[in-house]
């Protein structure tokens, strides 16, 4: 048990100025934009690279375009980059600075830092449908996100079925590795879809292109207001039926990937107690939230894509860094994507049908097997989780809450740490700060 | 794969599988033909459901961990991994 | 202004105690009315581990707790599976050689109150119960009749037994203020031939004299281990943890839930109302815990969470009539040991509103007597 033995503990005269959670393109941007000021940057990822979940690397293959420019650059910023590292707690010290908990494999991490920003971006919104549990129905992000991690899906018959930008390239990144993509279906029908959907929200262009190539010529049929109503199988999925409200058809596969677009990650900007509205934390013109000395950029703000995560991440890493007169210009930019951003939420509003798509017996909350007929209707989330643990369990309601504020219109509970699970020797590590009294030998 | 086509040996519940060096747990699971990962609290088989470390439907144990992200942890040579377990752990005390 | 029906009794509060204190006087044949500001086991019920234990702090602890328990297992056949109730017992934890001195008194006093307790393990046997422990350590007394729940359930099914006769439960309904023999809730008065102030740390908003502060405790959940531990583990030292109203005290006290997850206690804190997390005395509240069990560290933790025990300055509830104001009985104050102890006030409230003699003398509780107030001070 010794390799777990090591904390790192940066010394006090390390303490860092800005401490960057998230190393997606806002993360990076905001990184980098704050140690070229010249101040003493740390930037924390849990993935195994930095990236995010757009710049996700296959591992080995080398990043391309705006994201080479950026791994460039926030190499030669001189921030220190650690990856592998888990958030799980954030506390303000008495002075007004922050002390921040993270687990890494190689032991805990306590950090000081005068200055939070908050990059922690999105995850996917998945929606109970009965046999959403089998293996094998995963999300559409989650597709792209193993195939990065190195999985193959070559010679897998595959049914996309969801919503939101995503599902295009997606679909053509499956098919360039080899899956036979049966059908790609989006539940919204407004006629601005096919405008985002096929590129107009700022793909990188290779992605847009192979995602017009696979469409276009390999015949995969793009079918808008369809959505699916279940799948089976015997211990993994094997059919899934589509409907578009009319006609219902059955179609075989071997992988499912079904999510309803983006939920912001919040739970530290919660924890941290800064306000949100509409379930997004709430920043005034800086990136600065509700909280002093905690910035906020990227999709938890609102999502919004990379190139708003990347205006938004320059604007809190020079705002945070005190230099709000540099930010000024990158302003009207990111006003004008927060525009757009509203216009494909609009463009990709969930249909009131996929309320109805669980039973009374379809599981909501995975981590504790609670179906949906065992939670009312009138209660809170809180009433949920305390008469029936949904939300209890592993994941502690990401996945279970934010289907619930949809089918319900539920808030979510309160978040306390750790922010997601942790081995039990990081909650004991302990800060620099309280070092001297352990000397003590009580 | 990675680009420098290194292999290591891992282990799936006992059975050693070569895989590409620099890929997740996750992955090399799906590609060994493992799709349940885990058993949930009524039974059922569990597989990855985001892919990127939220649903922790794709814990396992590795190393004798239990409840590890297979899709954040990446392969190593010697790993072990089993799945559906969630057994007792002991470090001290009589046998 | 409404007008309104009178009942025979209006409980404020759907905590445990309240709840329980529902299902007594329903059971009784009163007319029940049950007003909760939130909603069932919401509050401080919501918070707790869920232990049944007999505690010996005092004489009349010892009697009220011991009631309890035996009213829980004699309810044990119908509690239904969501109140998780498991007859594990408790191992009180003996470090050294002098502690397993106070675990043989322990067993004496125990005995005395006619609760089994036959077994006082050594070394070796403790071990075999429990794998999970360090080495080293002396020795526990096992009390078998003691067990675990799972609360906001437990508060649940007590009021759905008090509604199954009748009782009407109003959630979401903050009582503002008490007179003789009623409530008001807004602009609405209620009346009541008796009003039970079940209000948990919210009592004192009502009764402004009652002697209750908040003593603040931390936990920590794991993932599931089944089999990580089979009882519910208590150190010796607890007692004094509970017993001295200090400003601060950790203590090793860790549960096994019905889920195969370890629930881990616990700390004691005056800090008033500060519902932060106090991130050092979690740390210690660990720290002790894995100085008994060291398998802890590798478990992986899913959730922290804080509450406030209501507690009095002797540690016994406050049960029985608050004579400044017609009607009005408290039932609240239950500090560490509420969830163990609401059947216990549940039944000595319905005796004392039905005209019954109590099992045994109650004026140790009575809400009115006189406390050490010096010992307070933290
Ligand atoms: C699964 C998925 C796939 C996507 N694929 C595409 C695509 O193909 N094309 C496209 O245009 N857009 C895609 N998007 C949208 C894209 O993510 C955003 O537009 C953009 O990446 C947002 O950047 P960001 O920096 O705000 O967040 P992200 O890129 O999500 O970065 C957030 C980072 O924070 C880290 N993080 C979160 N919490 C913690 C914590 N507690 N501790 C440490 N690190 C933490 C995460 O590991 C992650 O690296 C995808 C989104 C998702 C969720
Ligand atoms: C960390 C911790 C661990 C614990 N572990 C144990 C244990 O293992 N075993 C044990 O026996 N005990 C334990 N306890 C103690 C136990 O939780 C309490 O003693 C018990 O829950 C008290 O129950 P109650 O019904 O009095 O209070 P509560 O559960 O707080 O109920 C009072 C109710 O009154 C309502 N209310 C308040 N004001 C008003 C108003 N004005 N109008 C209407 N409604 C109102 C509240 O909303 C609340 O629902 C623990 C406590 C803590 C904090
Ligand atoms: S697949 Fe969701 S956490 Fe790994």
Redesign the interface.
């Known amino acids: 048990m010794e390799r777990r033995e090591q904390v790192l503990r940066f010394a006090q005269d390390d303490r860092f100025d800005i401490l960057v959670i998230g190393g997606g393109p806002a993360g990076i941007a905001a990184a980098a934009r704050a140690a070229e000021c010249g101040l003493n940057v740390l930037l924390l990822d849990e993935g195994a690279d930095v990236g995010g979940q757009i710049w996700r690397r296959r591992t080995g293959s080398l990043a391309r375009g705006a994201a080479r420019a950026w791994f460039t650059r926030l190499e030669a910023s001189g921030a220190t980059v650690i990856r592998g590292a888990s958030v799980v707690d954030a506390a303000r010290r008495a002075d007004g600075g922050f002390t921040v908990t993270a687990e890494r494999a190689a032991g805990a991490l306590l950090v000081d830092a005068g200055v939070i920003v908050l990059a922690t971006g999105a995850r996917e919104r998945f929606l109970p449908f009965p046999g959403w549990t089998l293996p094998g129905v995963i999300g559409v992000g989650a597709a792209q996100a193993l195939l990065k991690g190195g999985a193959s899906f070559r010679g897998k018959r595959v049914v996309i079925a969801g919503s939101g930008p995503l599902l295009l390239p997606v679909a053509s990144a499956l098919a360039a590795d080899g899956a036979s993509v049966r059908l790609v279906a989006e539940q919204a029908r407004s006629r601005d879809v096919g405008r985002f959907a096929l590129g107009l929200w700022r793909h990188p262009a290779t992605l847009v292109q192979a995602a017009r190539y696979r469409a276009g010529f390999v015949g995969t049929p793009y079918t808008l207001g369809t959505w699916v109503t279940a799948a089976r199988g015997n211990g993994r999925v094997e059919e899934v039926d589509v409907t578009n409200g009319r006609t219902t058809r059955t179609i075989a596969c071997d992988l499912l990937s079904a999510a309803f677009g983006l939920v912001p990650n919040t739970e530290l900007a919660r924890l941290l107690g800064c306000d949100r509205t509409d379930g997004m934390v709430w920043v005034n013109h800086d990136q600065q939230t509700s909280q002093a000395g905690v910035y906020c950029a990227g999709e938890p703000t609102g999502i919004g894509g990379v190139e708003l995560s990347l205006a938004e991440g320059e604007i809190a890493g020079l705002c945070s860094a005190g230099h709000p007169g540099d930010a000024r210009a990158l302003l009207p930019r990111r006003d004008r994507l927060r525009r757009d951003a509203a216009t494909m939420d609009r463009a990709f509003t969930l249909r009131p049908e996929l309320r109805t798509l669980a039973h009374a017996d379809t599981i909501v909350c995975r981590c504790e097997d609670v179906t949906l007929g065992a939670i009312k209707a009138d209660w809170r989330m809180r009433q949920a989780k305390l008469y029936t643990r949904a939300g209890m369990g592993a994941c502690q309601g990401r996945i279970c809450s934010s289907a619930l504020e949809f089918l319900h219109g539920w808030e979510a509970d309160t978040t306390r740490l750790p922010v997601e699970p942790t081995l039990y020797s990081t909650l004991t590590a302990e800060p620099a700060t309280s070092a001297p009294s352990a000397n003590h030998g009580a | 794969m990675s680009a420098t086509g290194a292999l290591v040996t891992m282990a799936i519940d006992g059975r050693e599988v070569r895989v590409s060096a620099g890929i997740s747990v996750a992955a090399a699971m799906l590609d060994a033909g493992v799709i349940a990962f885990r058993r949930s609290v009524n039974g059922s088989d569990r597989g990855p459901l985001c892919g990127m470390g939220v649903c922790y439907e794709c814990r396992v144990t590795i190393d004798d961990v239990a409840h590890r992200r297979a899709c954040l942890v990446m392969v190593a040579d010697g790993l072990r991994v089993s799945t559906h377990a969630c057994r007792p752990e002991r470090s001290e005390g009589p046998a | 202004m409404t007008r309104t029906q009178r009942w025979d009794a209006i409980v404020i509060g759907a905590g445990i105690v309240g709840a329980a204190c529902a299902r007594a006087l329903a059971m009784d044949g009163l007319a029940v009315l049950v007003l909760e500001s939130g ?1 069932t ?2 509050s401080t019920t ?1 918070a707790a581990m869920g232990h049944l234990v007999a505690m010996d702090d005092s004489p009349a602890q010892l009697a009220l707790t011991a009631l309890s328990l035996a009213l829980w297992r004699d309810l044990a056949v119908e509690l239904p599976a ?1 109140v998780e109730y498991d007859a594990c017992g408790t191992l009180w934890i003996a470090e050294d050689d002098a502690q397993m001195e106070m675990v043989r008194l322990k067993q004496q006093t125990y005995r005395d109150a006619g609760i089994a307790c036959e077994q006082v393990l050594g070394a070796a046997a403790l ?2 119960l429990e ?5 080293g350590l002396a020795g526990a007394l096992l009390v078998p009749g003691d067990g675990v729940i799972y609360p ?2 437990a508060a ?1 099914w007590l009021l759905a037994q008090a509604m199954a006769r009748g009782c009407v439960v109003r959630e979401r309904c903050r009582v503002d203020e008490i007179a003789d023999q009623s409530v008001r809730c807004g602009d609405e008065w209620l009346h009541a031939h008796v009003i039970v102030n079940a209000a948990g740390g919210g009592a004192v908003a009502l009764t402004p004299s009652l002697p209750i502060v908040p003593r603040k405790g931390h936990l ?1 959940i ?7 531990v089979r009882h519910q583990l208590v150190e010796l030292g607890y007692l004094a943890s509970a017993h001295e109203m200090s400003s601060e005290s950790v203590a090793f006290n860790v549960q096994p839930r019905a ?2 997850q370890v629930l881990i206690g616990s700390s004691r804190e005056l800090v008033g109302w500060d519902a932060s ?1 106090n ?2 005395v ?2 210690e509240m ?2 002790r815990a ?1 100085r008994f069990m ?12 804080r509450g406030f025990r209501p507690a009095t300055v002797d540690k016994l509830p406050l049960i029985g009539r608050w004579e400044p104001t017609a009607g009005v009985w408290i039932a609240a104050g239950h500090e560490g040991l509420g969830i163990t102890t609401s059947l216990g006030t549940a039944r000595l409230i319905a005796d004392m509103v039905m005209g019954r003699t109590p099992a045994f003398d109650v004026s140790a509780f009575a809400p009115n007597r006189a406390l050490p107030a010096a010992e307070v001070a933290a």
């Open positions: 909603f086991g919401g919501a969501a071990s075999a794998p999970n422990l360090r080495s906001p359930s649940v920590a794991t993932d599931r281990y089944p089999g990580f889920t195969g997390t991130r050092r979690l740390r660990l720290d894995q060291p398998a802890l560290r590798d478990t992986s933790i899913v959730r922290t969470w």
